[in-house]
C-alpha cells in the first residue's frame, strides 16, 4: 500500500519479489511476513464496515497492496459488480494479480466481481474517461499516509472515480501514529547529521487537518475519528523497520549504516514496544473515515 513511485501502467502479470525489496522499495514477500496485519479481517473490518459494499457495486480499491483486500471486495460486491485496484508499486500489483486469482480459484464457490488491477500512484491517478465518476465507493487501507507529497491530489482522485452521491471509506495512519519510532528515527539521523524532514515520507494528520482536505475535494464527511491501536510486529520492530522505513528514510544511506540506525532505533524503543516475553509491537493511532461525494 504505497504511494512512493508515480509510474502508471496496466502492464500484465510479473512474478512477484521472492525476498527483498526491489527498485520501487517494496517487497510483496517482505509485507506477508512482517506486516501481515495490514489485511487481516480483525484490523480491516472497522473500516470495511464504514463501507458497507454491496452486491453490483463498482468499487475503487486506492492504493490495493498485495490485493488481499481487493478479492474480498470483489466477492462482497459479486459477478453484477466490478473492482479496480490501483497501488504505485510495480511488485505490490504483482503480487495482488496473484492473490485476487488464487483467491477466485480457491473460493469458486463465491462468485467474484471482474477486478482490473494497475500500477498508479493515488496523487497523479488518471482514470479513463469511461471509468472516471462511475465508481459507486472507493476504498482506502493503509495507504493515504504515504501521499505526503500531495494529499490534495489523492482526495481529488477519489473523488473524480466517484459518481455524484458515492462513498468514500478509509483508514491511514494518523496524529500520533508510529509514536516515539518516528520521533527515535529522526533523531537517529539527525546525530548523523541528516535532515530527517527531507526523507520523512508519511503524512499522519489530525482530525481537523484532514476534514479540511476531504471538504476541498468535494466531499461532506460523515464520520471521522482518531483510534489508537497496539499492532504486534510478528517480525519484531526491525522487520516493521526494514519493511517501511529502510526504502524511504534510511533510502540514501549505506546497507550497513541503514543496519545500523534500525538496531539502535529498536533497542532505544525496546522500553515501550517490546514485552516481557519478547513480544513486539508498537501503537498505531488510525484515522478512520468515510464520506461522500457532493452531488
Ligand atoms: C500505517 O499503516 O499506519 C503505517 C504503515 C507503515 C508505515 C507507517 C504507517
Redesign the pocket.
Known amino acids: ?1 504505497s504511494a512512493l513511485t508515480t509510474s502508471q501502467s496496466t502492464s500484465t502479470s510479473q512474478p512477484a519479489d521472492a525476498t527483498s525489496q526491489t527498485k520501487d522499495g517494496w517487497s510483496a514477500a517482505l509485507y506477508g511476513k512482517a ?1 501481515n496485519f ?1 489485511y487481516s479481517s480483525a484490523f480491516t473490518s472497522p473500516v470495511m464496515n464504514l463501507l458497507e459494499p454491496k452486491s453490483g457495486e463498482r468499487i475503487l480499491d486506492l492504493g490495493c497492496g498485495t490485493g488481499e483486500l481487493t478479492a474480498t471486495l470483489a466477492r462482497a460486491v459479486g459477478p453484477d459488480g466490478y473492482v479496480s485496484g490501483v497501488d504505485a508499486s510495480a511488485n505490490m500489483v504483482a503480487k495482488a494479480r496473484e492473490v485476487v486469482a488464487a483467491s477466485r480459484a480457491e473460493t469458486s464457490h463465491v462468485p467474484m466481481a471482474p477486478v482490473d488491477l494497475l500500477v498508479a500512484d493515488a496523487q497523479t491517478l488518471q482514470l479513463s474517461p469511461e471509468q472516471e465518476g462511475t465508481f459507486d465507493a472507493v476504498f482506502s487501507n ?1 495507504t493515504l ?1 504515504w501521499c505526503s507529497r500531495d494529499p490534495l491530489a489523492a482526495l481529488q482522485s477519489a473523488a473524480r472515480a466517484l459518481r455524484p452521491g458515492g462513498r468514500f471509506a478509509a483508514e ?2 494518523g496524529m500520533g ?2 509514536i516515539g519510532v518516528r520521533a527515535a528515527i529522526h533523531s537517529a539521523l539527525q546525530r548523523r547529521g541528516r535532515d530527517p524532514a527531507a526523507v520523512d515520507p ?1 503524512f ?1 494528520p489530525s482530525v481537523e487537518e484532514y476534514s479540511t482536505l476531504l471538504t476541498r475535494a468535494g466531499f461532506t464527511i460523515r464520520e471521522i475519528s482518531l483510534v489508537p491501536r497496539v499492532t504486534p510486529l510478528p517480525e519484531g520492530l526491525s522487520g516493521w523497520l526494514r ?3 529502510k526504502h524511504s528514510f534510511l533510502g540514501n544511506l549505506e546497507e550497513a549504516e541503514a543496519e545500523e540506525i534500525i538496531k539502535e532505533v529498536a533497542e532505544a524503543m525496546a522500553v515501550d514496544c517490546r514485552d516481557r516475553e519478547g513480544r513486539w509491537s508498537m501503537m ?1 493511532v ?1 484515522l478512520r473515515f468515510s464520506a461522500v461525494k457532493e452531488e
Open positions: 500500500m506486516a495490514v493503509a499516509h491511514m495512519g501514529n508510529c508519511w499522519f519493511m517501511f522505513a498505531y488510525r
